[in-house]
């Protein structure tokens, strides 16, 4: 009589046992699957975010530096300093494994190139693209962001065939950028009597 009492016990605590470590999986695997949604919703959301970032940034480009329909048309300066912060945006976005957007990024570096080349025809601090450069607050920020251009003209260099016309010409102002930005001579900038000091 006893032992058919503990057995009746023994498999009533078993199965109490039981059903209590079901519901504790159960809740375990509910609360994984909260947190692997979550972690879904949160990757999606912060790409989309980063690919609204992007398109903004890059509207924003195309709208300080439009496409060119007319080449033989002189480029209108605009503030070195807004042309800078589009331009840096415009580079800290560029990631080298965007192979779709690779030819529309190599189109507004080109714009970009003919639009800093023109810049530094110019003798005002505000149009040309050295008067960034002569601001405190930008000048370390601004040879970063020249190296960082620097760099992205000699990659495009690279990639260039110089028996194909096309690329002949971005070639030729590719290497126009390099040579501009890297010998001050050419910098009208610093033609300037007052600026005549900082030519070294």
Known sequence: MFGRTETKKDSFLEQTKA???ERERER????????????????????LARTKFQRMILNDFDTLLPPVTNPSKDIELKSALQIYHAASHFLLQWKDRDSSDCSANQDRLERLCR???ASLESDSPK??????ALNKEHSLAWIRHIKKLLYRC?????????????DSISLALYLHTL?????????????????VG???
């Not at 149009?127 to 960034?132: A, C, F, M, N, R």
Request: proline residues 2%.
């Open 19 to 21: 059903a209590r470590e």
């Open 115 to 117: 639009y800093l080349i």
């Open 28 to 47: 375990a695997q509910e609360e994984q699957r909260d947190r692997s949604i979550v972690l879904m919703q949160k990757t999606v959301r912060g790409w």
């Open 198 to 200: 900082l030519k070294a």
């Open 154 to 166: 000699c990659t495009a260099v690279e990639r260039l065939r110089p028996e194909s016309h096309t």
């Open 179 to 195: 040579v501009a930005f890297t010998s001050t001579s050419s910098w009208v900038l610093l033609r300037n009597k007052s600026l």
């Open 127 to 132: 149009t040309s693209y050295i008067g960034v």
